[in-house]
């Protein structure tokens, strides 16, 4: 049983928008930090966003600071992101993770202990 699913991808000219979202289930998601991560092909998987359990606490990569919003509904236990004024580097698989930590785990995405299977955005030029 998938846990995270990952939904709201698709293609979209540059300086378009898009909204991820992420369904939690299985487990308190609620309780833990989510984030968001991306892969291009031929790349590492790199940070994007996460957000902490409560909200309080959110962390951008630099370069979606500005363009992207990371939020989260723990009643409904989902977490969007926000793609505005996305470019052709934005192009990559983008996948949801979770992890029970209180705080915000780092960047790294050997800190994160759940993910889903990813949803490809798509931005053309």
């Known amino acids: 049983q998938r846990q995270l699913v990952e939904s709201g991808g698709g293609s979209v000219q540059a300086g378009g928008s898009l909204r991820l979202s992420c369904a939690a289930s299985?487990?308190?998601?609620?309780?833990?930090?989510m984030g968001w991560f991306r892969q291009a092909p031929g790349k590492e998987r790199e940070f994007v966003a996460a957000?902490?359990?409560?909200?309080?606490?959110?962390n951008y990569a630099d370069s979606v600071k500005g363009r992207f919003t990371v939020s989260r509904d723990n009643f409904k236990n989902t977490v969007h992101l926000q793609m505005n004024s996305l470019k052709p580097e934005d192009t990559a698989v983008y996948y949801c993770?979770?992890?029970?930590?209180?705080?915000?785990?780092?960047?790294?995405?050997?800190?994160?202990?759940?993910w889903g299977q990813g949803t490809q955005v798509t931005v053309s030029s």
């Open positions: 993770a979770a992890d029970p930590n209180r705080g915000l785990p780092s960047g790294s995405r050997w800190s994160w202990a759940y």
């Open positions: 299985g487990r308190p998601f609620s309780s833990y930090a």
């Open positions: 957000i902490s359990w409560s909200g309080d606490r959110i």
